[in-house]
């Protein structure tokens, strides 16, 4: 690739790397300064001098406490760029039952999947079905990244003709081999800022599970576009293994596999564990002891943060607890009005959870503990069971107000989102109606 077509290239995913993301210190930081970073990046890159160089690492809590590591944005640049072009070839080596960091496969497509082989295997509750499940322990921190740069590799060798052509450049597979090295092997342990005090990581995270315990060329950071693409392929062999060669219907996300089989085939399968530890153990990991699952379906499983029952899904109680909390941490903030848009994608994301698994009689009860002052700025759509913004209050609408900018049409599409409101509240019937009437007063 030329100088021109490289550094058109890196603008491009640029810009796809800051989406959602722009408003972030490392994004702006960068966009100070894009035009000279982004020629200096282009220079490494093709002078195969570029190193990932800072990285910062911080813990969480939700669902539970983990290390997560993230890097500059010349980092994830180069994430994108790797992920970005072999994405599509990757997608067609990834078995049709791996289902995370997919594009429309996500928790809920797996959960579904799950659903589908009980009806199917108990023939809608007429049968006898078993569900087996298991989990790996420490999976991302025991991983071998030479192990998923080979996967990498083995991806790029098999379609580097395609690459070839659609990047007219012959010699663009093999710089994308050294992109992967770059990126799988940066070893973020050995070179971080810590975001988080050190003292939390004794507190919190188990010396198995991070690391910074753990000897070179083992461990891939959470947080990387390349160590979750890379982790979906490091058991993807296992999972076309159980199904098309074993026979056995398993659904994998990540690290977590549910197996479901009829009364025939259940000892069949327990039978299977013992090779699939010893392949396993090839790669560094292995099964979870304290997480194994294996009783019939009508006694329902936990599975990604639901509780699958034979006539509902229902979101577990330790999420709709943490849902509970944050509504209250919310209502505690003084000022509200700069918070709308946090407590908007905050509440919607927890909503949509709990709409996905039909739980309304938990919607109510969570819209009546929202604090009547955030009503004066927002509503509640019944339609589709979640809180939107009033008319003239969305993140666009306020800024033109407080700024007094001049955006052509604003005015225009400001009418027309009052009109509209009017016209919903008109035909409004029942409560609901008295309640978008009152404009969100009250709450609904």
């Given at each position: ?48 001098t ?16 983990r ?36 594009k429309?496969m996500?928790t ?11 009806t199917e ?56 081999k ?5 990126t ?86 327990l ?9 396993l ?7 979870n ?24 899904i ?39 959870l ?12 969570v ?30 609408e306020?800024?033109?107000?407080k ?13 027309t989102?009052v009109d509209?409101?009017?016209r ?12 978008l ?8």
């Open positions: 690739m030329t100088e021109e077509d490289t550094f058109d290239m890196l603008y491009n995913i640029m810009l796809e790397t800051r989406t959602n993301k722009r408003y972030g210190k490392d994004s702006m930081a960068f966009e100070a300064d894009w035009i000279r970073k982004l020629v200096r990046m282009k220079d490494t890159l093709m002078s195969r570029f190193r990932i160089e800072h990285n910062y690492t911080f813990l969480v809590s939700v669902p539970k406490w290390e997560i590591f993230a890097t500059e944005f010349e980092g994830r640049i180069a994430d994108h760029i790797l992920c970005g072009v072999l994405g599509p070839y990757i997608e067609k080596e990834l078995h049709p039952r791996t289902f995370n960091n997919r429309d996500g809920q497509a797996a959960i579904n999947q799950v659903i589908e082989d009980i295997v108990s023939r809608c509750g007429q049968r006898e079905a078993w569900i087996i499940k298991w989990d790996l322990k420490s999976f991302f921190p025991n991983a071998r990244r030479d192990y998923i740069e080979k996967k990498f590799a083995e991806v790029i060798n098999k379609y580097s003709d395609e690459i070839a052509e659609r990047y007219n450049d012959e010699t663009f597979p093999n710089f994308l050294w992109l992967t090295m770059v799988i092997h940066c070893c973020p342990a050995e070179h971080c800022e810590f975001r988080t005090p050190k003292e939390m990581w004794s507190d919190n995270i188990s010396p198995d599970k991070s690391i910074f315990n753990k000897p070179e060329g083992i461990g891939a950071p959470i947080g990387r576009w390349t160590s979750q693409v890379g982790m979906g392929l490091y058991i993807n062999d296992e999972v076309a293994w159980l199904n098309n060669e074993r026979g056995i219907k398993a659904t994998v996300f990540m690290d977590d596999c549910v197996e479901v089989v009829d009364k025939e085939r259940k000892e069949y399968a039978s299977l564990l013992p090779e699939l530890r010893t392949r153990s090839k790669k560094g990991v292995r099964l002891e304290k997480k194994f699952y294996c009783q019939q379906y009508w006694k329902g499983l936990e599975f990604l943060g639901s509780h699958i029952k034979p006539t509902r229902i979101l577990n109680d330790s999420t709709y607890r943490r849902f509970l909390d944050r509504i209250e941490q919310f209502n505690e903030v003084k000022d509200k009005y700069n918070k709308l848009d946090k407590f908007l994608s905050s509440v919607n994301s927890y909503f949509g709990l709409k996905s698994r039909t739980s309304y009689k938990r919607i109510r009860e819209v009546e503990r929202i604090s009547p002052e955030w009503w004066k700025w927002l509503e509640w759509n019944e339609r589709r069971q979640c809180i939107t913004f009033k008319p003239g209050y969305s993140f666009n306020r800024l033109n107000i700024y007094n900018l001049k955006i052509k049409n604003y005015e225009k599409r400001r009418k989102n509209s409101a009017a919903n509240a008109d035909s409004a019937t029942g409560r609901g109606s008295e309640q009437r009152l404009q969100g007063t009250q709450k609904p």
